[in-house]
């Protein structure tokens, strides 16, 4: 693959199409390439000049004298594959097609992105575009756009995937002074993507955050591991246009008719830590402040205003965003008392009326954010009183600067404020000039906080077998294929509850009267007769369950007058029997989990308020697989029926909360080992007092993904590797299971690096460790399978287990190297299970295509740079450290 470094800082920058003609592309770009002249070679390409701008001409990128790092191509798109064939020839690093002409014009664009496509695959370039705008890099002097505004270098990254909105909003950012690090317009995203330029930015140096415009994801997996590696440490902020699209139409369970692309795309953002926001100026705004190192600990806020009007605004946006204007404990009143004038508000927001001066402003703001019931305060000032608008601006930035809580600024007005503004942003101090922005701001910043907060909270272990017997169940599927059903029966789906153990009314097919007589006397009246046939998927639409049925006289007389309803019904449908079912006596709560497939997300899981009003209530969250405990409960939690579920309604007890997280994990489970299953409902399960029953199940097939080559297709987020856990027996005998790292193991871990030796500690991390903050652990524990692997060592003492050593292996945003590392408890050292880890490491390198890994060791670490070399690794050694790399390929 081309270097996407060398793409976007290059030294050599070929122009292919360059003009002098006015008003072409070709002469824009060119003249913005020009500004940065001295920074770079350029090399305009034209077979008609021999001249242009002053430089030398050349009539191919195939006579370019020197190699190229970026060519850009802005001739007719009929060109692009014979251009882009000689760009391959020629050894170019990376190319951005801006012509159009391509898929966007029907199928004689499509065919000639195809052709590209194929050249790509074939030299390995990198490619932007084509139909963009291209990007510019304002720290470098680089505009390789044909936009006519240059932005002032910042720190704000801006991905836009369409490029008329992205100029539009590029021109206003300019206009407003803001910024960036790079702006990048990604057009049709033939291979270059979202995932690769965060893969870019996490590790550019003058990003801290970054934003996009995003109408679709490109490739889904790349893209959330890509942000799931750098979420944490620079946010990325998305708006995300479509709420109201109509969702699929055919689909065929309640989940898929439900879960439509705007919740999905939601909650596949909040897996990763991603901040949505819904309008195009929070963009900008969050990105200046979601790095800030003063995000609020709660949504508790508390306001300062010396006017009543927006005060009443800001408090409508605060209920209208969830968050809370806190109450002021006493102690706060009193000392708000005994400064403010006798008829202030007395309440939060604290209204210290216009003729405030900027003493009273500075006394009620520091009273308020000492309060310990304000998590962050909002100050909001109208060009009034006694308070002039700069010396105001600058004592409020001294206290903001001062605080750990969160303050953000409200100057209302125009010429008489601009002053002001211009100081809160040369301290970097949120600013805005409506309360209902300053609002939204902190309630992002917030969400932000929180959600990284409970992303990587701790999970439970739970009870749940990872590799449940379930090879049965793929012959199955297979068998239901070949009598021509999508749909299982109510009995097959059954056989699949069974399997991950989740719990169930036990039920039995019966073929007639008699078999449903002798099932219900085994399962004990009252009973559920439900119609069983292929050709009725929602049984409740044709009437096709009787309830409550107590006895064997009943029985026959509901079985009979089922069946003839259903002919005289859908006479055409063909009737397998009917499946008898012990009833839940008792119902509490009815819940709904299910699954479908998304089209870009592929697999997602849908909980909520189930039943037969399930589809009007539509009271549901969205969580992509794999689930653990932690991730379980938050979907939970994200709906309206959770606060019953966890406090009871009125003569209904509270639900059994690890019953459930643990049927959600095991629903988890079901869906990561199938991607045979397209949709599949389990509506309703019942709550009864502390006891939870799925009572109706239903699985539809997805016929393309019988047959599969690579692991886990229907999944974007990798799940847990169960083929990496395997016993292993050290050179004593000690038994012990080497398996990948789990956030469970999180106390385990902490134990383990706590216990090393000072020697072995140093070793493995240049300096001695004993103490390690839950963010450490996490870093440790909460990993992306996709881009990194752990492989612990585990030992059991009794039901206690203990970890006693691990390797890691970090792969490189290009997947072409990985960094590793390896450490093993003292007192196992020399047993031979450091070369047994390291081993492992090279194979699974080997399995993700690297072509080299390597480790950076201390020159006094012996024992370790002898591992190295037994394994085949070449040994650099450098003043301060010792390199040791394994060529793969």
């Not at 594959?81 to 499509?110: M, Q």
């Amino acid at each position: 693959m081309g270097d996407i470094e060398k793409m976007f800082n290059p030294n050599s920058v070929a122009l292919i199409g360059a003009t002098e003609r006015e008003g072409a592309i070709g002469q824009v770009i060119m003249k913005n390439l020009l500004s940065g002249k001295n920074e770079r070679n350029l090399y305009p390409v034209n077979p008609n000049k021999e001249n242009i701008m002053g430089l030398e001409c050349y009539p191919s990128i195939t006579k370019v004298p020197a190699p190229v790092d970026l060519a850009i191509i802005v001739t007719p798109a009929k060109s692009v594959p014979s251009i882009v064939e000689e760009c391959g020839e020629a050894g170019v690093e990376g190319i951005t097609v801006i012509s159009a002409g391509f898929k966007e014009i029907g199928d004689e664009g499509r065919k000639l992105e195809e052709e590209i496509k194929t050249k790509q695959k074939k030299y390995g370039f990198r490619l932007l575009g084509p139909n963009c705008i291209g990007f510019i890099r304002p720290h470098i002097k680089l505009n390789a756009t044909f936009l006519r505004r240059n932005p002032e270098p910042g720190q704000i990254a801006f991905i836009a995937q369409s490029g008329a909105l992205g100029s539009a909003m590029l021109d206003w950012a300019v206009s407003s002074h803001i910024g960036f690090s790079m702006f990048a317009a990604l057009g049709s995203m033939l291979e270059v993507d979202f995932g690769d330029l965060i893969n870019y930015l996490g590790e550019d140096p003058y990003t801290r955050s970054i934003i996009i415009y995003m109408e679709s994801v490109g490739n889904a997996r790349e893209f959330l591991s890509a942000a799931r590696g750098f979420a944490r440490t620079k946010p990325i902020i998305i708006i995300k246009p479509g709420k109201y699209v109509e969702g699929a139409k055919a689909a065929v369970s309640h989940t898929g008719a439900m879960a439509g692309d705007y919740e999905v795309y939601a909650a596949a953002f909040k897996r990763v830590g991603i901040v949505r926001v819904n309008e195009l100026e929070d963009l900008f705004n969050c990105a200046s402040v979601l790095d800030s190192r003063y995000l609020p600990l709660g949504s508790r806020m508390a306001a300062v205003t010396n006017a009543g009007g927006p005060a009443v605004v800001l408090a409508d946006e605060v209920m209208e965003q969830g968050g809370e204007l806190t109450k002021l404990s006493e102690k706060t009143l009193q000392t708000l008392n005994s400064f403010l004038p006798h008829y202030w508000s007395h309440r939060n927001p604290v209204d210290i009326l216009g003729d405030a001066d900027v003493n009273r402003y500075i006394q009620a703001l520091q009273a308020c954010l000492s309060d310990p019931n304000v998590d962050g305060a909002i100050t909001i000032y109208t060009p009034q009183g006694a308070a002039p608008s700069t010396v105001l601006a600058e004592a409020v930035s001294k206290i903001a600067n001062e605080r750990y809580k969160p303050v953000i600024t409200v100057w209302m007005g125009e010429q008489e404020v601009r002053e002001g503004r211009d100081i809160f942003y040369r301290n970097n101090i949120p600013t805005y000039t409506t309360p209902e922005q300053a609002v939204r701001t902190y309630m992002y910043m917030y969400k932000y906080a929180r959600n990284l907060e409970l992303l990587y909270e701790t999970p439970e272990e739970l009870p749940v077998d990872r590799t449940p017997p379930k090879s049965h169940l793929k012959v199955l599927i297979r068998k239901a294929l070949r009598a021509g059903r999508k749909v299982l029966t109510a009995e097959e789906a059954d056989s699949f509850l069974d399997v991950y153990g989740i719990p169930r009314a036990k039920g039995v097919l019966a073929k007639d009267v008699d078999e449903a007589i002798r099932a219900a006397s085994t399962l004990g009246y009252p009973v559920v007769l439900k119609i069983v046939s292929p050709d009725i998927i929602h049984k409740t639409d044709v009437s096709g369950v009787v309830t409550g049925i107590k006895s064997e006289k009943e029985l026959k007389e509901k079985f009979t007058a089922l069946i003839d309803r259903i002919h005289a019904e859908c006479s055409e449908a063909k009737i397998e029997g009917m499946y008898v079912q012990k009833m839940v006596d008792k119902i509490d709560y009815e819940l709904i989990l299910g699954s479908k497939k998304d089209r870009d997300f592929g697999a997602i899981i849908l909980f909520g308020s189930g039943g037969v009003g399930v589809n009007v209530f539509r009271d549901f969250s969205i969580g992509l697989p794999p689930l653990n405990q932690v991730l379980a409960g938050r979907i939970m939690q994200e709906t309206k029926i959770y606060k019953s579920l966890s406090e009871g309604l009125r003569n209904c007890p509270p639900a059994n909360l690890k019953l459930l997280e643990e049927i959600i994990v095991k629903f988890s489970n079901l869906i990561v080992d199938f991607p045979e299953i397209a949709e599949m409902d389990i509506n309703p399960i019942t709550i009864s007092g502390s006891d939870a029953y799925a009572v109706d199940s239903r699985i539809i097939i997805d016929t393309e993904c019988i047959s599969y080559s690579e692991p886990y297709p229907h999944l974007v987020v990798m799940p847990y590797p169960t083929k990496y856990v395997m016993p292993y027996r050290l050179k004593d005998g000690t038994e012990v299971i080497l398996r990948p790292i789990r956030p469970e193991d999180e106390q385990m871990e902490y134990e383990f690096i706590r216990g090393l030796s000072e020697e072995s500690s140093r070793f493995r991390f240049f300096r001695i460790i004993k103490d390690l903050s839950h963010e450490d652990l996490v870093r440790f524990c909460n990993i992306d399978y996709y881009r990194e692997m752990a492989i612990i060592a585990e030992l059991r003492e009794g039901d206690r287990r203990k970890e006693i050593g691990v390797s890691r292996l970090i792969i490189e945003p290009n997947k072409k190297r990985g960094e590793f590392a390896l450490v093993i408890d003292d007192k196992y050292q020399g047993k031979g299970l450091g070369k047994k880890l390291l081993d492992m490491l090279i194979t699974i390198a080997e399995e993700k295509g690297l072509e080299s890994i390597y480790g950076i060791v201390l020159p006094e670490n012996v024992r370790m740079v002898n591992l190295c070399k037994k394994l085949g690794a070449t040994v650099k050694h450098e003043a301060e450290e010792t390199i040791a790399e394994i060529k793969l390929r």
